[in-house]
């Protein structure tokens, strides 16, 4: 119920945020359209933990701004690359251990990795990543422990996992 | 310098193209695709900036949806060879779930 | 005053780019063999007339380009894949003279007649000073819509657009329906059949589809 | 006090189209750098790499610029709309390519390369 509250108010201020028109009958189709979202969401199903990720809103407002940071250095790392004379890439594959617990930290985390240039999450297999790097230096297991951090923090929920 | 930005942008889906013409796998082809419609997001919403009118952006909106989508479908595609398969990572538990309703 | 110069040029311009690039991927359509890069590039040829229909301020119908085209038939166009061959059979250059000929001449009737159309934006053109005009300036009055083309579609002729998409949707179900979904649909039924199994490529099938 | 904010805000309006006009060139260019990269690189996996520059920065700078040249502030919400979009659906279209390629059984490339590599000579015409 509290997730439907807060999918609620996600879908008002996206209304709001793209409407512009604020008179009593644009309202009502609102409210209409609203409700309708709502009962569908409802019936299938989809409005839980992952659907809905509100309840950890201050976790992740601590770590997107780090989340950016760490993309920019490293998209500077890439365009380096890009625009080197020659290349010098040495492409490789590693396998890491993540310490998250829930699949909503884990998604998160891998979802991470493939946001920072220079990085992509291939396969997810349990708490075990796959992960396909520019350059070998950046991609040994060590350069994610971080993150990994940070995400299992932001996350996983600190009292029953789900 | 919002048109210069536009222009930028037409060069990269210039350059694009090319990739998406030669493409040696389906995947870069792919990707290419995925890519140019980033680009034309926005483009799309550069349009609207160089032309004064910016509710050009809720195309962009759309676009940005729909790009995903169609990747989406593209991928399902190669990967199960059909779009009526679910793209979870428990196979059975999905297919039994959509037996039973079915 | 030179804003506006500038800004006329770069749109024609960028007209010219995005014409070039359409250009550029119908050509390649009509060279290449290999049926799924026919179907991404069809993806690229509508992502590129959308951004182009709406430079020409034709913005619903980019809307719907970006919609039906780009999302809706690359996915439908990849069904089809799934029922034939991945490439197309070669041809011999000039086997087919005839249809050549067709093509060529609607295509100079059609340049032709474009000589006859009313210049982009041309306040004089029959759509602008006719019973358009009249709709521009009643529309909000007559409405509230801030936007004409919704106004004319889903007010003045609310209920043949109701038809139409009526019309629209029942064609949808009919044809899921003729193809079916899950356990009984005739991709699968085909995709079963021993000759599907020769298809080349090695995408191992993770979803076991039983 | 009052003069001080109407201050900043003027300097504000005056300042923020050139810099939202930076941005977005910024950007741009940034896109063009991650295509180039995309032509360059020598197999699919890397190019992965050099799209994501496009996605993320080159997207999120032209964003950034449409939003600091923002006519009205619901023209704010929409461009912070499609960045969102756009971050999350690029993430995973670029997972969903690479699981895809992976599953399918397309070997990367691994190991340094680059020195004296053939690819690069062929790179380099196309």
Known sequence: MAYLVV??????????????????????????????????????????????????????????????????????????????????????????????????????????????????????????????????ANTQPEAFEEMDRRCARAADPAETPA | MTLAALFAVLLGMCLLLVRALLGPTLYDRVLAVNSFGTKTVLVIGLLGYVMGRTDFLDIAILYTLINFVATIAILKFFRYRSFQVPLARRPEQAARGGDSNG | MTDAVLGG??????????????????????????????????GVYSLVSAAWYILVDAVDVGFTEAAVGAGMSTAVLLGAMLLTARTAKPEKPFSRIGPFIVCAAAGIMLLYATIDLPPLGDPASPANSGVGLTYLQVNWYDTGVPNVVTSVLASYRSFDTLGETAVVFTAGLAVVLLLGFGERSLADTLRRAPKSETLPGTVRKDGDGT | MAEFFALIGNTWEIVRFPLGGAACLLGAILCIVGTIGVLRFPDFYTRIHAASITDTSGAGLVLIGMALMAPHWIIVVKVFCIMGFLLLTSVTSSHALVNAAHTAGLQPKIGPMGRSVHEEDEEDRH
């Open chain 1, 7 to 136: 999918t609620f108010f996600a879908i008002f201020a996206f209304w709001m945020g793209n409407s512009g028109h604020y008179k009593p009958l644009m309202l009502g189709f609102a409210a209409l359209s609203f409700a309708i979202t709502l009962i569908l969401c409802a019936r299938l199903k989809i409005i839980d933990r992952e659907g809905a990720p509100y309840v950890r809103l201050f976790g992740w407002l601590a770590y997107y701004p780090w989340l950016a940071w760490e993309i920019v250095k490293s998209n500077w790392v890439i365009i380096k690359a890009c625009l080197r004379a020659e290349l010098d890439i040495s492409p490789s594959l590693v396998k890491l251990k993540t310490i998250c617990k829930s699949d909503l930290a884990k998604v998160t985390f891998a979802n991470s990795i493939t946001m920072t240039p220079g990085t992509v999450t291939v396969e997810i297999e349990g708490d075990k990543l796959l992960v396909h790097g520019l350059y070998e």
């Open chain 3, 9 to 42: 040029t770069g749109t024609a311009l960028i007209n010219i780019l995005l014409l070039a690039i359409l250009f550029v991927v119908a050509i390649a359509i009509a060279r290449l063999r290999s049926l799924f890069a026919i179907v991404m590039l069809s």
